[in-house]
Antibody, heavy 125, light 106 residues
Framework: QEQLVESGGGLVKPGESLRLSCVGS????????MSWVRQAPGKGLEWVSY????????RYADSVEGRFSITRDNAAKSLYLQMNSLRAEDTAVYYC??????????????????WGRGTTVTVSS | SYELTQPPSVSVSPGQTANISCSGD??????TSWYQQKPGQSPVLVIY???KRPSGITERFSGSSSGKTATLTIGGTQAMDEADYYC?????????FGGGTRLTVL
């Protein structure tokens, strides 16, 4: 069964850092674009970042640009999100999701068809 | 930045058809995906590329898109369809989600 499993969440203070991980199984990880999507308590989904299959292309939401960094290790079937200078508003469940895109800009996206269960990040003093 | 607008809530009687709209500038020129999320669960893709259903998604779910609006239609709505629904599209290499619509089956 195709699966994504996130880890690395926790409670941190404002200004601190955290690194999230996401491991894929039962599918060819290197074929897919990968995204991080978050959901603040009681709120909707917010896209955070994505990375192309070969790591050549990354993009970030304005809310995290310059603070977060997305990377991947295809040999380890793993996706990462390095989160620096964390703020209270970064508190959320963070999901990783895979997506098949026909082009770098995902204008021909096939949708985010596999999601992990999420890992919770709480930023509080 | 690009925005997608959904109604906060939609109510439907069991067995009836539910329509959930999603509007955005020139949305009909982009591909829209739809996700279902039940409380405490991860989102599930129910429609991609405006109207295509992933494997395993019931035929009761369908989608359309034209102009500024994409629509998710749920036919013969059942209690199990009660959930939050999100539309999503890509704009300039950025994924955008709508604010979500809570579907209530009365």
């Amino acid at each position: 069964q195709e699966q994504l499993v996130e880890s690395g969440g926790g409670l941190v203070k404002p200004g601190e850092s955290l690194r999230l991980s996401c491991v894929g199984s039962s599918f060819t990880f290197s074929n897919y674009y990968m995204s991080w999507v978050r959901q603040a308590p009681g709120k909707g989904l917010e896209w955070v970042s994505y990375i192309s299959p070969t790591s050549g292309f990354t993009r970030y939401a304005d809310s995290v640009e310059g603070r977060f960094s997305i990377t991947r290790d295809n040999a380890a079937k793993s996706l990462y999100l390095q989160m620096n200078s964390l703020r209270a508003e970064d508190t959320a469940v963070y999901y990783c999701a895979r997506e098949e895109c026909g082009d770098t800009h995902c204008s021909t996206s096939y949708g985010m068809d596999v999601w992990g269960r999420g890992t919770t990040v709480t930023v509080s003093s | 930045s690009y925005e997608l607008t959904q109604p906060p809530s939609v109510s439907v009687s069991p067995g009836q058809t539910a329509n959930i709209s999603c509007s955005g500038d020139k949305l009909g020129e982009k591909f829209t995906s739809w996700y279902q999320q039940k409380p405490g669960q991860s989102p599930v893709l129910v429609i991609y590329q405006d109207k295509k259903r992933p494997s395993g998604i019931t035929e009761r779910f369908s989608g359309s898109s034209s102009g500024k609006t994409a629509t998710l239609t749920i036919g013969g709505t059942q209690a199990m369809d009660e959930a939050d629904y999100y539309c999503q599209a890509w704009d300039r290499s950025t994924a955008v989600f709508g604010g979500g619509t809570r579907l209530t089956v009365l």
